[in-house]
């Protein structure tokens, strides 16, 4: 079992431009999170979904921020255009019903 | 508003000392609560939960309601549990979001 896979695990962009991030869960798990993990600080959801159902999007940015889970197994997480306070780590996390959530590696991202 | 404080964020220990990381929340209802660990180069990975009252690696949590805390404790460190702890707290012992502390960076030396 490969876990929470991501990618990409680094990602360098100039401001402005766009970027996205993929996430497969682990196979099974119908819950699926994206969290930002900004310098020093833990992680925070940005989008939670219940199969293809985003049911918690109240703390994504959605002037910038969108993110889509069509089939209900992977899942996107785009940011256009990006900003230079969006450097962080994007993190993807998916459980079963009783919330052990399994966190992937993480795409580090910058913003030049 | 619910939230999660780690007070330290770095505790340094010498192996076979005691540890505690502390660990408080705000959260009128009834929380799950949890530590998380990463290892150096490695993903975030759950390290035990209350509800499961299990001991992990050494490690128990002891969930105190009228102090509303969560430590981490260990009797005896040892150089591999040289690492970065969250605490975290969920809403519902279902799906939903966790709530980080902002962490703390425990060093064992030898």
């Known amino acids: 079992e490969a876990g929470v896979v991501q990618s990409p695990r680094y990602k360098i962009i100039e401001k402005k431009q766009p970027v996205a991030f993929w996430c497969n869960p682990i196979s099974g798990h119908n819950t699926l999170y994206w969290y930002l993990q900004n310098l020093g600080q833990g992680p925070e959801l940005l989008i939670r979904y219940e199969n293809e159902e985003a049911v918690d999007d109240s703390q994504l940015p959605k002037d910038r921020f969108s993110a889509e889970r069509l089939k209900g197994v992977d899942s996107t997480l785009k940011i256009q255009p990006a900003e230079l306070g969006d450097s962080a780590v994007y993190l993807c996390?998916?459980?079963?019903?009783?919330?052990?959530?399994?966190f992937g590696p993480g795409t580090r991202l910058t913003v030049l | 508003a619910q939230r999660v404080t780690q007070p330290e964020k770095l505790l340094s220990v010498f192996k076979g000392a005691p540890v505690e990381l502390k660990c408080n929340y705000s959260?009128?209802?009834?929380?799950?609560l949890f530590w998380y660990v990463q290892y150096s180069r490695q993903r975030l990975q759950l390290l035990l939960r209350h509800i499961s009252r299990e001991s992990i690696k050494g490690f128990t949590a002891d969930l105190n309601k009228g102090e509303t805390s969560f430590h981490l404790k260990k009797p005896f460190a040892q150089e591999e549990d040289s690492a970065m702890y969250y605490c975290a707290l969920s809403r519902s012992y279902n799906t939903d979001k966790l709530i980080f502390g902002t962490g703390t960076r425990l060093q064992v030396f030898p």
């Open positions: 959260y009128s209802g009834s929380p799950e």
């Open positions: 996390a998916s459980s079963l019903e009783n919330n052990e959530q399994f």
